[in-house]
């Protein structure tokens, strides 16, 4: 299995204009999570999904935020219209819930940088 | 709420001595543990965890881990350090019942000179 892809891995804009990252879970995995890492705030979860389906979204910080997931080999995360704080890395990471101790997968993740 | 601990930043070591990465966590019940490494650009990847069983669990690249319940630890240990090995280290922590994510700690930089 090729893993948890992400696109794009590096991405540089401007303030105010949108940001769609990508990723494509590990096949046959049910779960996926959206992180951001950051120096000053360390790893942080923004979403994640179950079949799909959106679980928690607690950690997505403002309604500039939105993520979606069509179907169970993809996914996106978008930032409209995106800031200069929103610089980070994201990463996407997938696991399959095989009852117990199950092991995210994490993808390569994609730097943002918001000028 | 589950929170993971880890005390050290940064961890500093020579090039064929143990070393120890610590981790304490807090949560109900019996914990789910994880460690995962990152390397420079990189996602992180998963090392090994801890689920049931022996308090000593084995996983990738000679790292080892032992889990202490009267402690609420997992450190992280290898008998002898690789300058390959320098890179950020992260514990992570989830309750047992049901699903819930995994907390994660700050990570602790792991610095191995030769």
């Known amino acids: 299995d090729a893993g948890v892809i992400q696109s794009p891995r590096h991405e540089v804009t401007e303030m105010g204009q949108e940001v769609t990252l990508r990723c494509k879970p590990i096949?046959?995995?049910?779960?996926l999570f959206w992180y951001r890492q950051t120096m000053m705030r360390g790893l942080e979860l923004l979403i994640y999904?179950?079949?799909?389906?959106?679980?928690?979204d607690s950690g997505m910080p403002e309604d500039r935020f939105s993520a979606k997931m069509p179907n169970a080999s993809f996914s996106t995360l978008k930032i409209q219209p995106s800031e200069p704080r929103d610089s980070a890395v994201y990463f996407c990471?997938?696991?399959?819930?095989?009852?117990?101790?199950?092991?995210?997968?994490f993808g390569p993740g994609t730097r943002l940088l918001v000028l | 709420a589950q929170s993971v601990a880890q005390p050290e930043d940064q961890v500093n070591v020579a090039e064929g001595n143990p070393l120890t990465v610590k981790c304490t966590y807090s949560?109900?019940?019996?914990?789910?543990l994880f460690w995962y490494v990152q390397y420079p650009n990189r996602g992180l990847q998963f090392l090994l965890k801890?689920?049931?069983?022996?308090?000593l669990v084995k996983g990738s690249y000679g790292f080892e881990a032992e889990f202490n319940k009267s402690q609420t630890s997992f450190h992280l240990k290898k008998p002898s350090a690789l300058v390959s090995d320098s890179a950020l280290y992260f514990c992570?922590?989830?309750?047992?019942?049901?699903?819930?994510?995994?907390?994660f700690g700050k990570g602790t930089m792991l610095l191995v000179s030769p």
């Open positions: 990471a997938s696991s399959f819930m095989a009852g117990s101790g199950e092991t995210q997968y």
């Open positions: 096949s046959g995995h049910d779960y």
């Open positions: 999904f179950n079949n799909n389906v959106p679980i928690d």
């Open positions: 949560v109900s019940g019996n914990p789910y």
């Open positions: 801890y689920i049931t069983g022996d308090n």
């Open positions: 992570a922590v989830r309750p047992p019942s049901g699903y819930s994510t995994l907390t």
